[in-house]
């Protein structure tokens, strides 16, 4: 006979009709709730016969210095230099502090097991705001990177995603380009919809035509940008530059642009974003946008560790910013 699944806080928020948090704050005998919603909650933890994590709440109170990292899954994780600018600024960080790392990759849906560490660093919010919601419930300290999460009450340290966007629009307009093309991020990713917004505004402020067929989404994969420069290179009227919202998508619409018989940067112009290593090392040095990862996932093992320690505070929000680096993939137009 299987064992039956013990009732967890979201089965106890459910019957009761309250909130996660209004939850934990009866947990945690804290005197802000009102009579009726503590009656309530009572009522749904007797019926339920739930039972607090203990050690859960120990280590919420900071009595643990172990970090937990939860990274959104997505396919070709390890091959990503994003994510592994991520794990190798929070292990660096560890290292240094002394801290023990747990590491867990995750599809949004699960709940999360935070009994192991002191505090846990959220790698972006995509699909697992509840998780992130839940471990606050919870007193759990969190730090959330790569993403600005204005309507949660939540640390962060992130990237002036909207700056970056406007700074490589800016650069080539700079340069003389009047048909700038984008291959955007996933637009799901609070970074693929801040990069199109910075890109967009800088060209609406230097009245630069955007058309429609000039906004191809990608999903920050050499596939996702090989489809959108085949369909840019065949338009009537192609563009003389392409920004692309990840390096490695800049690096695809180069290999396309070439073999299709276009100079880079002679007849079209590319820049990307990440400031990727392997970005130097191609047919064509690439102009990019700097987003300092390894500072942020290590700023941001330092920030949560002061807080678990009691020696900081929150909310704390860090926006860092992004950085033009011009190689030679981008030159003035010649068409």
Not at 141 to 162: F, K, R, S, T
Not at 278 to 284: D, E, K, S
């Amino acid at each position: 006979m299987p064992e039956k699944r013990k009732a967890s806080i979201d089965d106890v928020a459910r019957r009761a009709k309250v909130s996660i948090t209004t939850v934990s704050r009866v947990i945690n005998k804290v005197p802000t709730v009102s009579k009726k919603n503590q009656a309530k909650v009572e009522e749904a933890i007797a019926a339920l016969k739930y039972k607090p994590d203990i050690s859960a709440q120990r280590l919420a109170r900071g009595s643990n210095t172990a970090v937990g990292l939860v990274m959104p899954g997505y396919p070709g994780i390890f091959y990503s230099f994003y994510a592994i600018e991520i794990i190798r600024g929070v292990g660096h960080a560890c290292e240094i502090l002394k801290q023990d790392l747990v590491f867990h990759i995750t599809s949004g849906y699960n709940e999360l097991n935070t009994n192991s560490v002191g505090g846990v660093i959220f790698a972006d919010i995509i699909e697992n705001r509840k998780q992130v919601e839940n471990a606050m419930a919870f007193g759990v300290p969190c730090m959330v990177i790569n993403n600005i999460p204005e309507d949660l009450a939540v640390n962060y340290v992130g990237v002036n995603n909207i700056a970056g966007g406007a700074m490589a629009a800016d650069y080539l307009v700079n340069l003389g380009h009047q048909r700038i093309a984008t291959i955007t991020g996933n637009l799901q990713t609070q970074a693929g919809q801040h990069r199109l917004e910075g890109f967009k505004n800088l060209l609406a402020k230097k009245k630069i035509a955007l058309p429609p067929e000039y906004v191809l989404e990608g999903d920050y994969s050499r596939r996702s940008a090989r489809i959108a420069m085949e369909k840019l290179l065949a338009l009537p009227v192609p563009p003389t530059a392409v920004f692309a919202a990840s390096d490695d998508m800049a690096l695809e619409a180069i290999s396309v642009a070439m073999e299709k018989g276009f100079k880079i940067p002679q007849t079209l112009s590319v820049i990307g974003f990440d400031d990727n290593p392997a970005a130097i090392f191609g047919p064509v040095a690439l102009t990019t946008i700097k987003q300092p990862l390894f500072t942020m996932a290590e700023q941001a093992v330092k920030t949560l560790s002061a807080i678990v320690a009691g020696k900081k505070k929150s909310p704390i929000h860090v926006i860092l910013a992004p950085q033009l680096i011009v190689r030679d993939s981008c030159s003035s137009p010649s068409r």
